[in-house]
């Protein structure tokens, strides 16, 4: 997560065509694929093709990767833009995690939608923004949460103090109102997803990496529906203290160092 997936243009420009097909020869083969299908398809039929196209690949083991190191950061990149955009992070949760339901609900509270927290807050009330949402990103272990701002240059220093502020208060002010709401959301955004094919293809694939079976939509909306304030309280006031992350793009801006965030967050 902490590299360009293309790399430096040194290694691009020597990559040969050979150097590729050893590579796809080397990772893309049966055991480190899922095939995913959804719509009017036979399951055999289905089954029948992909022993056709790729029951004859080797079947090659792999170390595991090593374990990933959150450790936050700081990048800026001075650029001549109308707006600026400003992220700013911390440590998340990865996808195996207890807390994943918790983390969803949390950010849906925090930064989902026009009603969030911080659009009403950072947008409507002190017009700060033009664009403002929170996200979490869950991967097989580890994960990052993050707030993403778009504004004029010039509100940079206000925004950051009022953003962080949201998170240092959301613990003793949730309420049950709130989660109630989020919950329902994120139900409702469930239940719409399967209206897509390519959606619940994408979700079944998706699923197969991660946990290695398909998840029945009742199993996920129990997990959502078991959420407790005294859960979404323990997480909000545990990211607090991970390492933050300050990312921005636009011109001249003036932003606080990662040691002054983690004091704002932390004082």
């Known amino acids: 997560m902490g590299r360009p997936i293309l790399g430096p243009t040194s290694n691009i420009r020597s990559f040969s065509r050979d150097m590729i097909a050893q590579f796809m ?9 899922v095939l995913a299908a959804a719509g009017n398809i036979d399951h055999d039929a289905l089954c029948k093709l992909a022993e056709g196209y790729f029951g004859t690949r080797k079947v090659l083991t792999h170390e595991a990767p090593a374990p990933s ?3 936050g950061g700081h990048f800026y990149e001075n650029r001549t833009l109308e707006q600026a955009h400003v992220v700013m992070g911390m440590g998340g949760i990865s996808s195996h995690s207890a807390d994943y339901y918790t983390m969803n609900i949390y950010s849906g509270i925090l930064g989902d939608g026009m009603s969030s927290r911080l659009f009403q807050e950072i947008r409507e009330k002190r017009g700060l923004v033009y664009s403002i949402y929170s996200f979490h990103s869950s991967y097989s272990d580890t994960g990052t ?23 240092k ?10 989660i109630r709401k989020a919950k329902n959301q994120s139900k409702a955004r469930l239940t719409m997803s399967m209206e ?6 994408q979700r079944l694939a998706n699923q197969l990496l ?14 959502i529906e078991a959420v407790t304030q005294a859960d979404i309280v323990e997480l909000s006031s545990k990211i607090l203290h991970t390492p933050a992350i300050l990312t921005a793009i636009g011109k001249d801006l003036k932003l606080p160092s990662v040691d002054d965030i983690n004091a704002m967050l932390r004082g």
Do not use: W
């Open 196 to 201: 897509s094919t390519s959606g619940r293809c």
């Open 25 to 33: 020869a080397d990772h893309y083969c049966p055991s480190r694929m």
């Open 210 to 223: 991660i946990f290695d079976r398909a998840i029945p939509l009742n199993e996920i909306s129990a997990k």
């Open 145 to 167: 949460f993050g707030i993403y701002a778009g504004c004029d240059p010039q509100r940079v220093p206000e925004l950051i103090p009022a953003a962080l502020n949201e998170l």
């Open 69 to 71: 190191v959150y450790t």
């Open 169 to 178: 208060q959301f613990p003793n002010t949730l309420t049950a109102e709130e």
